[in-house]
């Protein structure tokens, strides 16, 4: 799963969510996707086709098929540096949350 929320980002994994706001949820396909020469290349993602609330998309949290958290990633407009970049950062209630690919590069 793929959480999309607004600010603030917590510090860590282990920082639960306080006032930020639940802006969607995409899901990954199980397994999410395949490894190879360190780079993770997720497999489908299916879209949020009705996000649950506006706002800006600051962060993303992701879980496993269970809820346990794996992984947190900011998010910025394209060429902003975020470890997730959209066109657009604005989500509005209704609308669709999409990744149209996603590749992670493993340590």
């Not at 999309?4 to 994994?13: E, G, K, L, Q, R």
């Not at 993303?60 to 998010?75: C, E, L, W």
């Not at 060429?79 to 340590?107: D, H, K, N, R, Y």
Request: overall charge negative; aromatic content about 4%; hydrophobic content about 35%.
């Amino acid at each position: 799963m793929i959480k999309v929320y607004t600010s603030p980002m917590p510090a860590d994994t282990t920082v639960g969510i306080t006032t930020q706001t639940l802006l969607g949820t995409c899901t990954c396909s199980d397994p999410c996707g395949v490894s190879a020469t360190g780079t993770l290349t997720f497999s489908a993602i299916t879209q949020d086709s009705a996000a649950d609330n506006s706002g800006t998309a600051a962060w993303a949290r992701f879980t496993d098929s269970t809820g346990t958290v794996v992984k947190d990633h900011d998010i910025t407009v394209v060429g902003g540096g975020g470890a997730l970049q959209m066109v657009s950062t604005t989500i509005v209630a209704g609308g669709p949350i999409a990744f149209t690919s996603l590749t992670e590069t493993l340590p």
